[in-house]
């Protein structure tokens, strides 16, 4: 393979995306004519899923094994995300983890509290960081470059069972406004997006509680959300339609945050 049919697609880095909504994303961008590097705690029989439903889709796909909140880490992982494939124009933060224990907030330990810090957000900030500084060291930049941070409709609307990760999700929005103003001038991207509820391995253990839920209309749409319409929606804001809309928050819940009576 040549020099030029390396760099003749354009690149994107998906933290935590062996499964779930990771894939689903990493899929779409394969659709979208991305060459997809992924990155997950372990690399296992899904990892192999993953990276040939990127090749059935169109891309190439790399996996690099890492766990985004170990810092010491960040730098080897960037620096092997960018050679993968010769560069990188997307980031999308989607690595992240949910509590080990539904229970009262009263009840909350420190030890759940710092472990969904250090995953859903320090890590994603520091990566964030490590590779906006990258970016703006580049003398000649191939746009659109875009960062897309996975979230959740908890950075809204809190659940007191999962008090840690409400916390985690909503610093996110706030991550993203800060590098959406930092990045701005550098014609950089950065778009937050609140997936409600998403049928995932995460949501497995309350799946007859959600089914009931989603029945009951508690969204408008009244179906579960699919990791495929979170694919969709990173695909549409890392391309240069959006970059005016940097900072925007797109909700992929089905209207499950409009207020109604």
């Known amino acids: 393979m040549g020099e030029a049919d390396r760099h003749s697609r354009p690149r994107v880095l998906v933290t935590g995306a062996r499964r779930g909504i990771g894939r689903g994303i990493a899929w779409a961008f394969a659709e979208g004519g991305y060459d997809v590097v992924v990155n997950d705690l372990v690399e296992d029989a899904l990892v192999a899923e993953t990276i040939a439903g990127i090749r059935e889709r169109g891309g190439k796909g790399c996996f690099l094994q890492g766990d985004i909140a170990d810092l010491g880490r960040h730098a080897a992982l960037v620096e092997r995300a960018f050679a993968a494939f010769g560069g990188l124009e997307v980031l999308v933060n989607n690595a992240g983890i949910q509590v080990a224990k539904r229970q009262d907030m009263l009840e909350t330990t420190p030890e759940?509290?710092?472990?969904?810090m250090a995953t859903?957000?320090?890590?994603?900030?520091?990566?964030?960081?490590?590779?906006a500084r990258r970016w703006l060291a580049e003398k000649n930049p191939e746009p659109p470059r875009a960062i897309v941070n996975i979230a959740s409709i908890n950075s809204a609307m809190p659940s007191t069972n999962r008090a840690e990760y409400c916390i985690s999700k909503t610093g996110v929005s706030m991550m993203t406004e800060l590098f959406a103003v930092r990045l701005a001038e550098a014609g950089i991207g950065v778009f937050e997006i609140r997936p409600g509820i998403i049928r995932t391995d995460m949501t497995a253990g309350v799946r007859e509680t959600y089914d009931r839920l989603i029945a009951d209309g508690v969204a408008p749409v009244r179906r579960w959300g699919e990791p495929k319409d979170?694919?969709?929606?990173?695909?549409?804001?890392a391309r240069d339609d959006f970059q005016f809309s940097t900072?925007?928050?797109?909700?992929v819940d089905g209207g499950l945050h409009i207020h109604r009576l």
Do not use: E, K, Y
């Open 120 to 131: 859903n957000l320090r890590g994603p900030f520091f990566l964030t960081q490590r590779i």
């Open 230 to 237: 979170i694919g969709r929606a990173a695909v549409a804001l």
């Open 112 to 116: 759940s509290f710092d472990a969904l």
């Open 247 to 251: 900072g925007s928050v797109i909700h």
